[in-house]
């Protein structure tokens, strides 16, 4: 899969791309970034890449002449994948969003600065706009490095385990069961013995209970929408009496 970001930070993407799994993503054509200064495009002298918002107000807002030239330039007119925006205002990004985007060979996304980008970028460049939380950053790079984690760990053959992603969090509708590793008793706390016991069946029960019990206990709204048995409903129900 082929990532082009458009920033005018670049140098914050390759210290996180170069480490760990997007590294080895990287090395092994899982995942192909490529990170695009948009103040290369712009013309003037001095590259100016901002301007004051017409209407007066505070801060500047992003000129659309060179974020225009600067996608249109390396994805052609019309670009030739979609491009998303980062933004607050768009569409609240999630496990779902993550997995949908990563069923495309080709994505591009466009970092914001200062106020945002000039509307008629959003209006006529944009295909999508995403948020990663109701609050605001000084940029769109760490988001951009948000989406592009989270779908690149789903690219088939990313991960070790091949199951790996659809056992975390949020990818079966549920939060994941707690870990335990090494030593099995630190400072006299103990790994519960059930994981101790070499019994894949009662492992993989006491997982799923302490998923459910997670989730009803952090992220109830979850589990309106999660793929649960009608004996799970009720155990939900009897933790819900015994609450009470
Ligand atoms: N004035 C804008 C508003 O109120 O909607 C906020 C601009 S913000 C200071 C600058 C840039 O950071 C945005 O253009 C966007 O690219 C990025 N950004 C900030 N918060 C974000 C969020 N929650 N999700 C995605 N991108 C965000």
Known sequence: MRFDVFTLFPEVFYPYLDLSILARARQRGLAEVHVHNIRDWATD???VVDDEPYGG????????EPIFAAVEGVLGRPPAAPVILLTPQGRPFSHAV??????????ALLCGRYEGVDERVRQH????????GDYVLTGGELAALVVLDAVVRLLPGVLGDPDAPHKDSHAMGLLEYPHYTRPAVFRGWEVPAVLRSGDHGRIA?????????????????????????????ALIARWEAEAR
């Open 125 to 132: 460049l944009v295909s999508d706009e995403i948020s990663i």
């Open 98 to 107: 993550a997995a949908e985007l990563a069923q495309y060979p080709h994505l």
């Open 205 to 233: 029960r006491w997982r799923r209970e302490q998923a459910l019990r997670r989730t009803w206990e952090r992220r109830p709204d979850l589990l309106a929408r999660a793929d649960l048995t009608a004996e799970e409903r």
């Open 45 to 47: 002298k001095h590259h």
């Open 57 to 64: 107000g505070g801060g500047m807002v992003m000129k659309p």
